[in-house]
């Protein structure tokens, strides 16, 4: 071990050294989001008028102020105050909206040398003319070295600054300008900050697997502690990935990312730094003091034993099973100097595109020890680590669309993305050509701007949307967009009357065969469960029969199970009879979709508590986990021998399932028509009687609304008006004072909506129908008017605090945005309300291909479906990917990296099914969707 002592070898006292240190340091953090340019132009801050200009109010495009400038020539009119901290040795976007009443108007960014201001760099955006309305121009930089009087400086970046113009001939205005980095985030803990999880790990960040990427043993340890900044400096402790190798060398991986399609060229980045002579690093330095001792007591080390550090991409196939490409960046030390706290550099993996068939990439990070075996290795330090997508070689242009298509006189759009923006012009065009090539339609449109979820997480593109509602001719067709000279392409898909209904309303009904309990399914499976089910009190009872609820063979007895579906299924039937009438596959004159529903009305009988009227609990597959989470084929779940140890269990708590009373009513309406005896009126008035008792008030909700309502249409019964209007008026009363109902998903008020909506279609001239009305009116226009993005989706949770998918990344929704369809389409039929049938189409579509995946979320339809399900079908010997006909999976969670832009497993190798969280199917996603398509105008 040396003797010597780390010398702080220098004049200035340590403490101006870590001060001064620290100022230049923190401006370059990799990760920041961008500098802020007040582009909002709420407050009068940030921005210089340099001609005949305003910042006026009422005018603005988001809250009410924006810029305003005119000049009878071409002039800058405003410019941002110098940008000091921006990151110019990487890619920068500057966008903003514009509107021009006379003339032109445009952006530009100019780089200038700090003190001499000289120019360095200039880009300037498209122009915008006038009567264009409001319109987004945007503009990428490239990456310039950062320079420090002129000459290229790795470690310096303080002698720039940058001026942002708003530049006018004529008379315009701008709003939410913004300059941002042309990489979206993905690396999730790459500053280390996130606590360790229970078993002591570091989130997002593993031992690398790889154990050939060089010569000798990778061993060593792994850590966290504070980064070597003094406490009252950096006031939050910074934490730091330590590396201490053992042997030859030691890495560490982040989880494997997915090759995002937005770009051909990556790389990889992080901030190091290299500390001979120990193992263990110092976890709080509280102080200067501290510090200063800390480092004073540091034996020196002849430098070429210091440790040193690399940065290697590792890109590898589908699920990361097979590496493809290692690409090692340089190796390197910092100098002896660096043992200074605070002291730290950059390595970088890259610029490297990506090899053939790479679908995942992750950051490997190494530690190569150098000391002789009776030293200590010493460490290695890595922070902010960054995976950046950098600007592509190969422009691409993507067009979306409802893969199954569209109604001939609904409304239609496609939503087209690009990873660029367009040098000279603001707009694309798009062209509808049937499949012979025949143009069709053609428009122009103009760009959205960029997506954002919460915290900012851009979604990598530029997004598009073009109409082209106005084309009514049928047939097969395909999109194509143009964009800066580079045209993109849709998969085909249709243009028809009752398109959807026709394409998709028999899949819904094979759906639910398929996922039949207790029954044998012919190429599917054997009768199964057929000990279904022990009661709490041990004694068993019959309850086989219904559906599987999902991808296990659970049955869940709550509001959306078994009694949803059958209600869905006899909304389908009831819009248009003729059309199932002739599937009947077991020939008993009864239609499918009535044999399914009687199917379920039967199920429910037999989970109806025949001492309350409701419902007996979920039934779960075995008496523990353990047979729940058996992937088997579902006739092999169990022995199917009543009073055996694996016999399913009825869950204590009772069930809910108030669409049952409906569902029973109408099913014992179409068996009487063909004289098939049956008890279903009893058990629905047994189910209505305990609402009545309940909920005298009406305060049941609004299925039980629904079910009354069917109630009433069948019977007549004055009772049930009466009951009908008391649960209309409970739901009415809730409402916010501005009208937005309450209740639903998220509060959005979506459900309650529909059943008042229903309410008023049965009912015109009932005397509460007027107040429903101007209700549902007021509801209409904050609901429909939330999605303001391209592809018109509502977020999961709206408001400031809002995002597109939860933050657990529990489960996709497309039960969630299928109801909102469901829902907006009921209030269209009833209002009329153009907004509120674009509103239910964009929902459906995003559903059925419509979406950043290009992905046809519905089994059987459209041109992609994804690859795998999570399903225990899978089992079944013929369908190994778990593919029911018809099925819906959960949907799009957030990305792995935890960032508010959609992810999907779309893995095909690896485990042996895919994440439940997009990839299971669930009833209630199914029940909402057929309840939308029998709603279809
Ligand atoms: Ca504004
Ligand atoms: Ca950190
Ligand atoms: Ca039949
Ligand atoms: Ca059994």
Known sequence: MGSHKLKLSTSLPVPLILVSLFLLLSPTTPHCEGESLHGSFEAPEGWISVGRSAWVGELGRHGTRALEGSSTETAMVWKSQALEDTDWSQAQVLEGWLEVDEGEAWLEVEILEGDSQKPLAKWSTPKVHEGEGWRYVAVETGAIPTLKNGVASATDSCCQTAEVRFGVKGKARLDDANLFPFSPKIVANGDFQASLDRKGRIPMWSEETVKDLFEGTSS??????FQLLPYEVSKTPDKALVLSPSTEWHAVSSINYPVLPWTDRFSIKAEFQCLGGITDPPYTLKGNRELQKFFSNLPVNPADTVPAGQIITVWSDDYAQNVIRVDKGEIERTPAVSMLPGW???????????????TCLRAVLVAHRTAPKDQPGGLVYFDNVDIRTLPPLEKKVKVWINQVGYETKGPKSAVIATNFF????TTGTLRIVAEDGALLFETDFASSGRMRGQNNADWGWWFWRADFTDLESEGVCLAKATIGGIEGQSHAFEIGKDLLFRELANLMVDFFFVQRCGYEVPGWHAACHLDDAKLPDGTHRDLTGGWHSAGDYNKIQWEYGDGGVVYSLLNLAERNPGFFAAKDRDSDGLPDIQDEARWGAQYLAKVQNPETGGFLGHIEQGPDRKTWMNWVAPEKTTDNLVGTADDPIVRPEPGSSPLALSGWLRVAKVLEGRGIENSFRDHARRLLEMYKRESPDGGAGPLVLLSVLDLYALERDSDALDYAR????????QAHPSGQLKGGYDDSGDIPAAALATFALRLPEDPLTPKIRETLEDHLAPFVSRPDNPFGISRQKEGPEGYYFDPTSALGVNYLIACRAWSALLLHRLLKDPRALVYATDHLDFILGKNPYDLCMLEGAGSFNPPRYHHRYIKIPGHETGAVPGAIPNGFVRDVGGHDRPGFDLSTKGRE?????????????????????AEMP
Not at 220 to 225: F, L, T
Not at 344 to 358: C, D, F, H, M, W
Request: charged share 15%; hydrophobic share 35%; proline share 13%.
């Open 220 to 225: 060593g340890k792994m850590m966290v502690p």
């Open 344 to 358: 730290q550099r950059t390595i970088t993996s890259g610029p490297l595109t990506p090899p053939e068939g790479a």
């Open 422 to 425: 367009p040098a000279d012009s």
């Open 726 to 733: 008391k649960t209309a008026e409970a739901l009415l009363s």
């Open 913 to 933: 099914y895919p994440s439940y969280r997009t990839s299971e199917p669930w009833l209630v996603h199914n029940v909402f969707f057929t309840l939308a398509l």
